[in-house]
């Protein structure tokens, strides 16, 4: 499967997933104009990827910041994952936050109760 790269913005991520080896990292600030648009592709991009999966899937979020309607978009990036992750395939979901950012170790502890893929908190 081929790699899904998008370069970061000043509003955007920067996106690396690549299918081969099932690793997956979102990096830097999330505040597109409009989430669904900016999202819609990387969606298709992971629809395409469960339907042959590597044997583990590990995915790293490393935002500095994200606002509402990215929230959306993340939730719904991780419930395909979820969907994977039920079909008996490892998932796994690094969450990485400054160690001053409590807003963001709050983020990663609220997707912890939300979305059924372990994720573990690191400070950095």
Do not use: H
Not at 23 to 30: L, Y
Not at 75 to 89: A, M, P, Q, T, Y
């Amino acid at each position: 499967m081929e790699r899904f790269v998008l370069d970061s913005t000043t509003k955007t991520p920067r996106i690396q997933f690549d299918g081969n080896i099932g690793k997956f990292e979102i990096s830097g600030r999330s505040i597109p104009e409009n989430s669904a648009k900016f999202y819609s592709p990387l969606m298709d991009w992971v629809e395409e990827y469960i339907q042959n999966p590597a044997e583990e899937t590990l995915i790293n979020v490393k935002l500095e910041y994200f606002n509402t309607s990215s929230l959306k978009g993340l939730i719904e990036l991780f419930r395909k994952f979820e969907l994977l992750n039920n079909s008996g395939k490892a998932v796994k979901i690094c969450w990485y936050y400054e160690e001053e950012d409590e807003d963001m170790q709050e983020s990663g502890e609220d997707f912890k109760q939300l979305i059924r893929i372990p994720i573990e908190l690191i400070k950095i």
